[in-house]
Structures are given as C-alpha cells and as structure tokens.
Nanobody, 123 residues
Framework: QVQLVESGGGLVQAGGSLRLSCVAS????????MGWFRQAPGKEREFVAN????????YYADSVQGRFTISRDNAKNTTYLQMNSLKPEDTAVYYC????????????????WGQGTQVTVSS
C-alpha cells in the first residue's frame, strides 16, 4: 500500500533552517508529482510547494518563494523541503502528498498523505 512518511520537523529560532524529508513506498515514486502542504493552528491546510517527476518544474506559494526549496531523489523515493530564513508564521504541521491529478494547488487533488511533521519557529 502507498505510504508517505515525513521527518525532520522540530523547534527552530526565527531565521534558522530545517530540512524536511518524505519517504514514499508502495508505488512507483518517479511517476508522480509530489507536494508539500502545511496547516497552522486554527487555519486550513495550505499549499506550500510541489515538484514534477524529474524536478524540472517546481511551484511555490508566494509566502515561501525564495526561502523554501523543494527537491526529490527518485533513487531514494524521497522528497525534500529545505526551509531557510524561517519565520514564526511558518509554524505549522507540514505534510507531503502524492498528486492524483487536477490542479496542483488544491489538496483535494492529492490522493495520499503523510502523517505530518511539526515545525515550530520561535521569535
């Protein structure tokens, strides 16, 4: 069965960096676009970034553009999210997801999700 497992979250001071990882299993990883979303307390889950099968196309939310970088290693079945210059407003649970088709911006178009990893940025 399809599984996505995130790791790498934690507590960091504003201005710091973290790298999240998402290991996929149960399907042919390189055939699918992958995305990252986040959900802050009391807010809806929102799109962060996504990457196509070979990394040639990447899209970012305006709020993270220039600070976050999404990448993937198909040999390791892993997607990464490098987060730099973190801000307190980046505090959220971060989820990776497999794109199922449709519009990459909407969570409804992702068919499998990880359990999430908490990122907390202190001021």
């Amino acid at each position: 069965q399809v599984q996505l497992v995130e790791s790498g979250g934690g507590l960091v001071q504003a201005g710091g960096s973290l790298r999240l990882s998402c290991v996929a299993s149960g399907y042919t990883f390189s055939n699918y676009l992958m995305g990252w979303f986040r959900q802050a307390p009391g807010k809806e889950r929102e799109f962060v970034a996504n990457i196509n099968w070979n990394g040639g196309n990447r899209y970012y939310a305006d709020s993270v553009q220039g600070r976050f970088t999404i990448s993937r290693d198909n040999a390791k079945n892993t997607t990464y999210l490098q987060m730099n210059s973190l801000k307190p407003e980046d505090t959220a649970v971060y989820y990776c997801a497999r794109f199922g088709g449709g519009d990459y911006y909407y969570e409804k178009d992702y068919d499998y999700w990880g359990q999430g990893t908490q990122v907390t940025v202190s001021s």
